[in-house]
């Protein structure tokens, strides 16, 4: 069974920076594109930044120039470095990925989500 699991969530202060980390486990063969989401209460899931297999990335035009999504393809792992933090960044962040597996034996590919991580600025 694959799991992403994320870490790096907390409390930080305007002005502050964070980083969110997220791996994959399980018997992976593959990850291609993997992104940050994030859901504010009351409000839609929404993405916040991705990167290719190729490290091509993008990004929400509300953290363009203060978030960096980056990706370490021998440890299975995403991160997103928040810099800059705004009372409005506050949310749960989701990791996401589409990865190719061994699923019972088959390979599969499956988008799959992460259990979410909360972030809060406030001072």
């Known amino acids: 069974q694959v799991q992403l699991v994320e870490s790096g969530g907390g409390l930080v202060q305007p002005g502050g920076s964070l980083r969110l980390s997220c791996i994959a486990s399980g018997r992976v063969f593959s990850i291609y594109d993997m992104g940050w989401y994030r859901q504010a209460p009351g409000q839609q899931r929404e993405l916040v930044a991705a990167i290719t297999s190729s490290s091509v990335t993008n990004y929400a035009d509300s953290v363009k120039g203060r978030f960096t999504v980056s990706r370490d393809n021998v440890k299975n792992t995403v991160y997103l470095q928040m810099n800059s933090l705004k009372p409005e960044d506050t949310a749960v962040y989701y990791c996401?990925?589409?990865?190719?597996?061994?699923?019972?034996?088959?390979?599969?590919?499956?988008?799959?989500w992460g259990q979410g991580t909360q972030v809060t600025v406030s001072s």
């Open positions: 996401n990925a589409d990865i190719l597996a061994l699923i019972a034996g088959t390979p599969a590919q499956n988008s799959y």
